[in-house]
């Protein structure tokens, strides 16, 4: 239980904190050995439910004016959740069979780190309302690369939003946006196979992850808009540059 609540803040706060979610829920099991149902792509995937409802929560009133009073950036940001959809739909076994390792987030951690950096040089002016179609195309491929474990699906689509001109707080919350449908969907396909398997779950640790997931998911949340609005991202890639080290060094360790 103990575990679980641990991994539940791990991932409210790493889900929208630049840093890559998906990298400490698999680096914290084998760091420390744990195993068992919190060392799983489903136990993962219930937490990620913490974090959406987070973003329902916190953005709520933004969908609503997005359905009834901007049309056009609602299909856009539709339109660029199609590439990550996709590529988890096609890619996800090769995911969870060949890319779940250490080394491959230690090197996502580093690659990506450095695209923020230099993402932070391009010019930020554009506000969410001047949003393109090749705009939300960009961002939406972006996104889609988050499926790597260690890319982190906020670091890569902040990055695009930048390149592409948006100021960091508009860039932070069209990734918000965008990521919600996705999370949703991620959720509803491995809860739907959570509930059809043979396996016994045990729902108290899932509910205690939930829950966590969604407080610090929240906080997180609002830490990261406030942030962006006076601070670079480089805070964030000097941390991950750290995490690399020390997964490189755990590697060789436990070699």
Do not use: C
């Amino acid at each position: 239980m103990l575990e679980a609540i641990i991994l539940g803040i791990v991932q409210g706060l790493t889900e929208f904190l630049p840093i890559s979610s998906t990298a400490h829920l698999i680096l914290f099991p084998w760091f420390f050995n744990w195993r068992g149902e919190i060392n799983t792509l489903t136990f993962d995937v219930a937490l990620h439910a913490g974090t959406l409802l987070a973003l329902i929560l916190f953005f709520w009133r933004d969908w609503l004016e997005l359905i009834f009073k901007k049309q056009r950036l609602f299909g856009l940001i539709v339109l660029a959740s199609i590439p990550a959809g996709v590529a988890g739909f096609l890619l996800n076994d090769i995911v969870e069979n060949n890319l779940r390792k250490p080394l491959v987030i230690s090197i996502m951690l580093i690659a990506v780190g450095i695209l923020m950096l230099v993402a932070e040089r391009a010019n930020k002016h554009k506000g969410l309302e001047k949003t393109g179609l090749k705009d939300s195309l960009i961002i939406g491929i972006a996104q889609a690369i988050a499926i790597i474990p260690g890319v982190s699906r906020s670091g890569i689509t902040i990055s695009a939003g930048l390149f592409r001109g948006f100021e960091r707080e508009a860039s932070a919350r069209f990734s918000f946006l965008l990521s919600t449908p996705l999370i949703a969907g991620a959720t509803a396909l491995h809860l739907k196979e959570a509930l059809i398997s043979q396996t016994n779950h045990d729902f108290r640790l899932f509910f205690a992850g939930i829950i966590t997931s969604f407080i610090t998911g929240f906080i997180a949340i609002k830490f990261l808009l406030k942030f962006l609005k006076k601070n670079p991202l480089n805070l964030f890639v000097y941390y991950r540059f750290v995490l690399s080290a020390v997964i490189i060094a755990g590697i060789w360790l436990k070699g």
